[in-house]
């Protein structure tokens, strides 16, 4: 593709050839967003999936939710967790399914994903700590934030690798976001949120996804945007194993009073984001 000519919505036609949203998903969604449809009918959408129920039913028994008593059928995971909950992990697991196989030879999978996960753990329990909106929206949020990078990845893989030489050998210490925009003129955040449109996800992670860098320019949902572009900078520490704000992208701190919440919070944080990772990590990824 010719970059000079490319945008973010050239960068997506015909994506449902490299991935798409597995039909699981489809159901559940049309399921939930239907008034006269059941938790029973949810329950038996969802256990048509074999792999899917598998790995919902390892959710539920996760240290995410950490329920006194063990959610051994769909329909008990349905009860629990809540209709909306249950979509927004049919979304998190249908796209790291479908995005796994997305070919590139400019990035370990395996990182991006870890960066991705870590800052869904972030936002989690950011958004829990805020108490202000719903943790596995915020959880799907994150997992996603970066999808844009591997279409960029797949897309324009030489323009992408030119980027990130761009970012490791820049004088001005200039981040993947910038580079991606001198060079393509857009970043990954735009084209993360042209697919996001496409998919018809919900307005909330379109947000996310095209304002986590730049939470300041989100019109609506600035909350949530602001706790995924907090997440994204302590998901990075979290690889790091560091606290220190200079280890990872800075945070505006207009995105810590939009979000409710005090920078005293990183540390505590980043240190639930590793624990918990490991055995997430298992669930969506087959680690």
């Known amino acids: 593709m010719n970059s000079a000519a490319a945008t973010p919505d050239d960068l997506i036609r015909d994506i449902s050839g490299l991935v798409t949203l597995p039909d699981v998903y489809l159901r559940v969604n049309r399921l939930v967003e239907d008034p006269n449809s059941s938790n029973a009918d949810i329950a038996r959408a969802v256990g048509q999936d074999a792999a899917f129920t598998a790995k919902l039913l390892k959710l539920a028994n996760s240290a995410l939710y950490n329920f006194p008593a063990s ?11 809540g209709t909306a909950q249950v979509r927004n992990l049919a979304l998190s697991l249908s796209v790291a399914n479908s995005f796994a196989g997305l070919p590139n ?6 990182n991006f994903w ?5 800052c869904a753990l972030a936002a989690r329990e950011l958004c829990k700590l805020a108490r202000r909106c719903d943790p596995d929206a915020l959880f799907t949020a994150g997992l996603l934030h970066d999808i844009g990078e591997l279409i960029i990845f797949n897309r324009l893989p030489e323009q992408a690798r030119d980027a990130l030489l761009m970012v490791l050998d820049s004088q001005e210490e200039i981040g993947v976001p910038e580079a991606e925009d001198r060079l393509l003129g857009f970043d990954h955040a735009r084209v993360g949120a042209a697919l996001a449109r496409q998919w018809n996800l919900p307005a909330t992670l379109q947000a996310c996804i095209a304002w986590h860098h730049a939470p300041a320019r989100a019109e609506a949902h600035g909350r949530e945007v602001a706790l995924i572009h907090i997440a994204n900078s302590l998901a990075q520490l979290a690889e790091v194993d560091s606290i220190e704000p200079a280890d990872a992208p800075a ?9 409710g919440l005090d920078p005293e919070v990183v540390e505590a944080v980043v240190r639930k984001a590793q624990e918990e990772f490991g055995e997430i990590e298992k669930i969506f990824l087959g680690q």
Not at 105 to 110: A, G, Q
Not at 251 to 259: G, K, L, N, Y
């Open 251 to 259: 945070i505006d701190p207009a995105a810590w009073t939009a979000a």
């Open 71 to 81: 959610v051994d059928t769909v329909a008990k995971a349905v009860t629990i967790i």
């Open 105 to 110: 030879d400019l990035v370990s999978m395996r």
């Open 114 to 118: 870890k960066h991705s996960l870590l």
